[in-house]
């Protein structure tokens, strides 16, 4: 699914990330942990390919580092969903709107969007929502139709960084319990996050980075 | 597909009516600099008349006494047709000169007066490849020696005069015009770049969802097409009414190609393409 072949970046001297080797399976849920700063966002921005590694490579679902072109790109973040943790949304249109925008990207016709759209309205626990704009919502609640915008193309692998890191303990529980529920249909998760304390007393697997070094995993 | 179609075409709108008064800006800017170009083209097109006025430069007609002897005419026309300066001659007799004369002011000069008084002339055509106003001016000297020359009328050094005018004249026109396109790109690339920074949100949520760069692209292409179509179309309807007016008021016939619109709506959407596809190289890719 995601392999890292010792890859290093750094964005200047003392910040990157360094000779990584790291394999995630299909299906798996882990979380990327390490203090602010330890390279976790940059590791995920490497599995879609936004920043390219200077040494090593990495291959995501069939695409390698080296060997995709910068036009086709596009083609693996079709099938990747990303959450953010400023979740990204637009203002100026709705829930709906901004949850049906990747489907629009694939194509899908008007009535497949309508489907699948409702399906992760459902799963957010939504519905409520749909006519309402960004602004209008809380926190958490953004952050539900950011994860809602992710998982409506059905994509193969979710990365989510720092899905949390602006919530309270209750709103984050209860994305993690989302992010939980699509894991189990089969979609590969990797989470990055800071908050040891939510993944403290499950049981998945942990990448632990350091100063953009791998400690653990 | 249509759905994707309709949705980028929806895009494209939106970010037009978003835009509103960089939008009205740039309708308004396009609509003013092709009026010019549209009106210039307009005064191009009907130079079309000045060519001949040009071309008898290359001439000049020489009206014979009345009286003149048909042996010295023809040995007159014999040694004008040997000088190497002249290309041919045409002999205008007192009945062709009476039908030009009809025909340019409508009167049926015999029928007025109950004669002919037009003189016989003969047109010279002046060699064009080996022309020279110094050597027309000695030959136009030698004619004028002969007793049944009654007058030469060449008007070459007045049209080679306004001919230098028109020519500065046609380079300013290609500067201004140069200036006009170079503004309007800067216009709609500068509106179509703002744009891309109003929605660099949107820009960055399309890519991290896979969109592609054409996919991008489209929504900015139909916005810069509708400030192009909406400005043009205005400066097309502008460019019309004003000559049709213009020559009502001054009864004048100035005309008016038939494909006009296509001209300025054309190259208005071409221009448009053209400066935001510049705009989106600098901001997608940097």
Redesign the interface.
């Given at each position: 699914m995601v392999e890292f072949k010792n890859i290093s970046f750094s964005y200047s001297k003392d910040s990157g990330v360094y000779d990584i080797d790291l394999k995630v399976d299909d299906s798996e849920f882990c979380f990327l942990v390490g203090p602010t700063g330890s390279g976790k966002s940059s590791l995920l921005k490497m599995i879609y390919f936004d920043i390219l590694p200077s040494e090593g490579e990495i291959d995501v679902l069939g695409y390698n580092s080296k060997k995709t072109k910068k036009n086709s790109i596009h083609k693996l973040r079709k099938k990747i969903g990303v959450i953010f943790q400023d979740y990204k949304l637009l203002k100026q249109r709705t829930v709906y709107e901004n949850i049906a925008l990747p489907l629009h990207i694939n194509g899908v016709g008007r009535k497949k969007i309508k489907d699948n759209v409702e399906e992760a309205l459902e799963l957010t626990d939504l519905v409520d929502y749909q006519n309402k704009y960004p602004d209008q919502l809380s926190g958490g609640e953004q952050q539900r139709v950011c994860i809602a915008r992710a998982i409506v193309k059905n994509p193969e692998l979710i990365l989510a960084d720092e899905p949390t890191g602006n919530l309270d303990p209750a709103a984050a529980h209860k994305i993690l319990k989302i992010l939980e529920q699509i894991n189990k249909e089969g979609t590969t998760i990797i989470m990055a996050t800071h908050n040891y304390k939510l993944i403290s007393d499950r049981d998945y697997r942990i990448i632990e980075l350091k100063a953009g070094n791998l400690v653990s995993s | 597909?249509i759905?994707?179609f309709a949705?980028l075409i929806a895009e494209g709108f939106k970010s037009f009516y978003?835009n509103k008064l960089a939008s009205f800006l740039c309708v308004i800017t396009i609509f003013i600099n092709f009026s010019i170009l549209g009106s210039l083209f307009v005064v191009g097109y009907n130079t079309n008349s000045l060519v001949d006025f040009f071309r008898s430069k290359y001439s000049f007609e020489i009206f014979l006494q009345n009286d003149v002897d048909q042996d010295v005419f023809t040995d007159f026309i014999d040694k004008l047709s040997k000088n190497n300066i002249i290309a041919s001659t045409e002999l205008i007799d007192k009945e062709k000169s009476a039908a030009i004369f009809k025909e340019e002011f409508g009167e049926d000069v015999v029928e007025m007066l109950g004669y002919n008084p037009l003189p016989l002339s003969i047109k010279v055509f002046i060699n064009e490849e080996s022309f020279e106003f110094d050597q027309v001016d000695l030959l136009i000297e030698s004619i004028n020696t002969y007793d049944f020359v009654d007058e030469i009328e060449y008007r070459g050094r007045y049209i080679d005069d306004i001919e230098d005018r028109i020519n500065l004249a046609i380079f300013l026109f290609l500067v201004f015009v140069i200036a006009i396109i170079f503004l309007s790109y800067q216009i709609i690339s500068n509106t179509v770049n703002l744009s891309m920074t109003n929605r660099r949100?949107?820009i960055?949520?399309?890519?991290?969802?896979?969109?592609?760069?054409f996919?991008i692209k489209i929504p900015f292409y139909i916005e810069s097409i509708l400030y192009s179509v909406f400005g043009s179309v205005f400066s097309f309807l502008f460019v019309k009414y004003f000559f049709i007016s213009f020559n009502t008021y001054f009864g004048v016939n100035v005309k008016l190609d038939d494909y006009l619109w296509v001209w300025i709506i054309g190259f208005s959407i071409f221009i448009g393409l053209y400066s935001s596809n510049q705009s989106m190289k600098r901001n997608l890719y940097e």
């Amino acid at each position: 699914m995601v392999e890292f072949k010792n890859i290093s970046f750094s964005y200047s001297k003392d910040s990157g990330v360094y000779d990584i080797d790291l394999k995630v399976d299909d299906s798996e849920f882990c979380f990327l942990v390490g203090p602010t700063g330890s390279g976790k966002s940059s590791l995920l921005k490497m599995i879609y390919f936004d920043i390219l590694p200077s040494e090593g490579e990495i291959d995501v679902l069939g695409y390698n580092s080296k060997k995709t072109k910068k036009n086709s790109i596009h083609k693996l973040r079709k099938k990747i969903g990303v959450i953010f943790q400023d979740y990204k949304l637009l203002k100026q249109r709705t829930v709906y709107e901004n949850i049906a925008l990747p489907l629009h990207i694939n194509g899908v016709g008007r009535k497949k969007i309508k489907d699948n759209v409702e399906e992760a309205l459902e799963l957010t626990d939504l519905v409520d929502y749909q006519n309402k704009y960004p602004d209008q919502l809380s926190g958490g609640e953004q952050q539900r139709v950011c994860i809602a915008r992710a998982i409506v193309k059905n994509p193969e692998l979710i990365l989510a960084d720092e899905p949390t890191g602006n919530l309270d303990p209750a709103a984050a529980h209860k994305i993690l319990k989302i992010l939980e529920q699509i894991n189990k249909e089969g979609t590969t998760i990797i989470m990055a996050t800071h908050n040891y304390k939510l993944i403290s007393d499950r049981d998945y697997r942990i990448i632990e980075l350091k100063a953009g070094n791998l400690v653990s995993s | 597909m249509i759905d994707q179609f309709a949705f980028l075409i929806a895009e494209g709108f939106k970010s037009f009516y978003r835009n509103k008064l960089a939008s009205f800006l740039c309708v308004i800017t396009i609509f003013i600099n092709f009026s010019i170009l549209g009106s210039l083209f307009v005064v191009g097109y009907n130079t079309n008349s000045l060519v001949d006025f040009f071309r008898s430069k290359y001439s000049f007609e020489i009206f014979l006494q009345n009286d003149v002897d048909q042996d010295v005419f023809t040995d007159f026309i014999d040694k004008l047709s040997k000088n190497n300066i002249i290309a041919s001659t045409e002999l205008i007799d007192k009945e062709k000169s009476a039908a030009i004369f009809k025909e340019e002011f409508g009167e049926d000069v015999v029928e007025m007066l109950g004669y002919n008084p037009l003189p016989l002339s003969i047109k010279v055509f002046i060699n064009e490849e080996s022309f020279e106003f110094d050597q027309v001016d000695l030959l136009i000297e030698s004619i004028n020696t002969y007793d049944f020359v009654d007058e030469i009328e060449y008007r070459g050094r007045y049209i080679d005069d306004i001919e230098d005018r028109i020519n500065l004249a046609i380079f300013l026109f290609l500067v201004f015009v140069i200036a006009i396109i170079f503004l309007s790109y800067q216009i709609i690339s500068n509106t179509v770049n703002l744009s891309m920074t109003n929605r660099r949100d949107f820009i960055d949520i399309l890519k991290y969802n896979g969109a592609s760069g054409f996919f991008i692209k489209i929504p900015f292409y139909i916005e810069s097409i509708l400030y192009s179509v909406f400005g043009s179309v205005f400066s097309f309807l502008f460019v019309k009414y004003f000559f049709i007016s213009f020559n009502t008021y001054f009864g004048v016939n100035v005309k008016l190609d038939d494909y006009l619109w296509v001209w300025i709506i054309g190259f208005s959407i071409f221009i448009g393409l053209y400066s935001s596809n510049q705009s989106m190289k600098r901001n997608l890719y940097e």
